[in-house]
């Protein structure tokens, strides 16, 4: 059988340097990905401190909203109770016997309920 001729071969690169080759590869694209994290965290931070900047103003603005609304209706109670106390200062003006007699005779009903319930009396059944 005839001999094959082959094509020219080119010599392959010695060992050593096919694998320092790649090593160096290696290496820059270890830099590159560390560089592009680093790039990416400080690009997450910014957007973390931006994010909590508006979040903080947000709840500012919320708890001023509810902070008025609670003033709100506290003026609005405090105005309650000082129209019912003038209320009850005009009933008393216009009608001072009636008044007094219901005052007593409340303090009275008070008293002896105070008397059956305490059962402080000493005095036994």
């Known amino acids: 059988m005839p001999e094959k001729s082959s094509p020219a071969q ?3 690169p010695a060992p050593d340097a096919a694998y320092r080759e ?3 590869k290696l290496k820059a694209d270890i830099g ?3 560089s592009d994290v680093s790039e990416l965290v400080d690009l ?3 957007s973390a401190t931006d994010k909590g900047t508006d979040i903080k103003g947000k709840v500012s603005k ?3 909203r509810i902070f008025d609304e609670l003033m709100e209706k506290v003026d609005e109670g405090v105005s309650r109770g000082k129209k019912t ?3 009850v200062g ?5 009608h001072p016997v009636g008044t007094l007699f219901i005052t007593f005779s409340l303090g009275y009903i008070l ?9 402080g009396s000493g005095k036994s059944d």
């Open 10 to 12: 080119v010599p392959a």
């Open 22 to 24: 790649e090593m160096d």
């Open 32 to 34: 590159k990905l560390q």
């Open 44 to 46: 997450l931070k910014a």
């Open 62 to 64: 919320e708890a001023e």
């Open 85 to 87: 106390v003038d209320d």
């Open 90 to 94: 005009e009933q008393i003006g216009e």
């Open 111 to 119: 008293a002896k309920l105070m008397e059956r319930g305490g059962g």
